[in-house]
């Protein structure tokens, strides 16, 4: 079965940091996308950012200098490190692969069941 599986979430002091993992398994290729969400309680599910071909990432602008994302040499393990955690942080990360789309943009069809990370 083709699956994407998160880990390294967990509780940490604000200021804290946290190194998140998805790695795709059961894909016969490399995804030429990949990229993280999260979703905090009572909000609706927010992009942080993506990382396309393993070379050109983009993050969104409030999270910019604190998280940053990652792929290893095989392509198929994402990785988003995150520094100088706030509360704001808390929510459940999920990963997601897919293709990429004509203007570069991200097509997901593979999503992972989330890592839960609570900053206090």
């Known amino acids: 079965d083709v699956q994407l599986v998160e880990s390294g979430g967990g509780s940490v002091q604000a200021g804290g940091s946290l190194r998140l993992s998805c790695t795709a398994s059961?894909?016969?290729?490399?995804?030429?996308?990949m990229g993280w969400s999260r979703q905090a309680p009572g909000k609706e599910r927010e992009a942080i950012g993506t990382?396309?071909?393993?070379?050109?990432?983009s993050i969104r602008d409030s999270v910019k200098g604190r998280f940053t994302i990652s792929r290893d040499g095989s392509k198929k393990t994402l990785y988003l490190q995150m520094d100088n955690l706030e509360p704001e942080d808390t929510a459940a990360y999920h990963c997601a692969a897919g293709r990429v789309l004509s203007g570069g943009m991200c097509g997901f069809n593979i999503w992972g069941q989330g890592t839960q990370v609570t900053v206090s």
């Open positions: 059961g894909l016969t290729y490399i995804p030429g996308c």
């Open positions: 990382d396309i071909n393993g070379g050109r990432t």
